[in-house]
């Protein structure tokens, strides 16, 4: 059954709302005019086809420079461009508000928190006071565009824990709903934030909480139920609290399998296989492709390449690691950092280890076009996934949609979510045991090819089962369960 079929029945007469921190579309001025770009980010790939599958209306910051432009009177206009099918809600942002809202509290306060890799928060006042005024923000334009109406809102992410209270206050009966992206850590370590109550209230003003695990479900409830007086059920993953019930559910996100899949098969990404493998001339190829991001362990992957070809230098002028890497959150003081450690380590091994014109890594500092980041995903002999922790790493689904040919295999970090799904028929690594991270290289790279081709059709047949719009499907199905309850 289609998205927009299944909204239909579970939903029936609701209008739907999505709110997020970016929006899917940019409108950016050029030489010739305006052009509509998609922007780098895996949330706004992910959640792009589900809104042109069910339509309604989404709730983004408008971050482009030629936004305002484009709008009409009420911060409105219809997309995708060329086949319009859902209403684009901007929210404007000023530069003080977007540096305290998201460089400021929602990233060097909750991503740390979230994520357990020794990145100590950054707790300051002035953050705290922009992330509260710009979710007042994204719930004042919310409530302008559901009016009256019965309407089922979906709040994505770590950037509005507030909003669902602040929609809550003012429509009692609207079903409000989120999905967290990010993990969600021990209760022990949530609780130094100063903020903490009001974070937690706000979250419980949902109706449902999603998570990527079982295991974030558990640890959210373990919060709560350490830091706010109230009622955990964990037989039915509920919480009671100030007369509203939460319900908290796993939701494994994943991608438009189908998708990925048909545009791998292109002659153009073809083509462009046969071109990597003529630059590069290796019989292997490895890829990697990450934000650069200190949860993604790039720096750990980058020295396990270098113990692995120093314990085998048989694989040099034979081997390359080609990590793609679009530049993330450069203003906040952790990220310059990594980046600097990144340009420096990479110089280092491919000085340590040169033969001619031949290095170990090959770093692109940039976004790949689409044709091009699926010819290194159809091409890649190995495409390595080490991050510290991630909530789920779409890049590891993204490969294995893109793996048309069956010829690759998968390291991927056990700290990842998608590790939970794809663990099974993925080589597993352990990003900080370098010795072994190395070892699983080389294990990978010997692995006979009809191994390697039976692990890599039970991942795809598991992605393009557990896709995208069974991801949203299943949320909507859950969320319906709550009306009926509730009629």
């Known amino acids: 059954m289609e998205t927009s079929e299944i909204l239909s ?26 052009k509509c770009t998609i922007p780098a980010g895996g949330l706004t790939v992910a ?28 911060d409105r206009i219809m997309v995708p461009p060329e086949d319009p099918k859902y209403t684009l809600k901007r929210v404007w942002l000023s530069e003080e508000q977007e540096h305290g809202f998201y460089l400021g509290f929602a990233n060097q306060v909750l991503w740390p928190l979230c994520h357990v890799v020794f990145t100590k928060p950054v ?3 002035q953050y705290w006071k922009k992330y509260k005024e710009v979710n007042k923000l994204y719930a004042k334009a919310t409530l302008e565009e559901i009016g009256d109406e019965k309407v089922f809102i979906w709040v994505q992410d770590y950037h509005f824990p507030l909003l669902p209270k602040l929609i809550r206050d003012a429509r009692p009966n609207a079903l409000i709903t989120q999905f967290w992206h990010i993990p969600w850590s021990l209760p022990g370590i949530f609780r130094i934030c100063p903020y903490k109550k009001e974070i937690l209230e706000g979250m419980l003003a949902n109706d449902l909480l999603g998570f990527h695990l079982p295991s974030y479900c558990n640890n959210f409830l373990r919060t709560i139920e350490r830091e706010l007086e109230s009622k955990c059920d964990f037989d039915q993953m509920t919480v009671d609290y100030k007369g509203q019930r939460t319900w908290v559910k796993p939701f494994p996100i994943s991608v438009d399998y189908d998708h990925i899949n048909d545009f791998a098969m292109k002659d153009e990404v ?8 003529e630059d590069y001339g290796c019989d292997y190829i490895a890829v990697s492709v990450d934000r650069l991001d200190y949860t993604k362990g790039i720096l750990e992957k980058f ?44 110089k280092k091994i491919n000085e340590k280890h040169r033969v001619g014109n031949w290095v170990p890594i090959d770093f692109q500092r940039k976004k790949l076009d689409y044709t091009r980041l699926l010819g290194y995903y159809r091409t890649a002999d190995l495409c390595i996934v080490s991050s510290l922790e991630d909530g789920m790493n779409l890049v590891a689904k993204e490969v294995v949609s893109a793996q048309v040919d069956e010829k690759g295999i998968l390291l991927l970090s056990e700290f990842c979510g998608a590790y939970h799904e794809l663990g ?10 370098v010795e072994r991270f190395a070892e699983a290289i080389k294990a990978s790279l010997e692995m006979p090819q009809h191994e390697k081709t039976g692990k890599m059709r039970n991942l795809r047949r598991q992605v393009r089962e ?7 499907n299943n949320f909507f199905i859950e969320a319906g369960k709550l009306i009926r309850q509730s009629e």
Not at 11 to 18: A, D, E, H, I, Q
Not at 48 to 61: I, N
Not at 466 to 472: D, E, G, P, S
């Open 9 to 34: 029945r579970e939903l029936p007469g609701y209008k739907f709302v999505l709110v997020a921190n970016r929006e899917p579309y940019v409108h950016l001025k050029t030489g010739n005019g305006i």
């Open 47 to 74: 959640l792009d086809p589900v809104l042109q599958a069910s339509g309604g209306t989404w709730v983004g910051w408008g971050s482009g420079n030629a936004d305002k432009e484009v709008v009409d009177e009420n």
């Open 123 to 125: 707790f300051k006042p």
């Open 270 to 277: 073809l083509e462009e296989t046969k071109k990597l493998r």
């Open 303 to 346: 020295s396990a390449i270098d113990f692995f070809i120093t314990r085998y230098p048989e694989y040099k002028s034979n081997f390359v690691l080609m990590q793609a890497g679009a530049p993330s959150r450069t203003e906040i003081p952790a990220y310059a950092k990594l980046n600097n450690m990144i340009d420096e380590t990479v």
């Open 424 to 433: 099974e028929n993925s080589v597993s690594i352990n990003p900080y045991d």
């Open 466 to 472: 557990n896709n995208i719009y069974k991801w949203v």
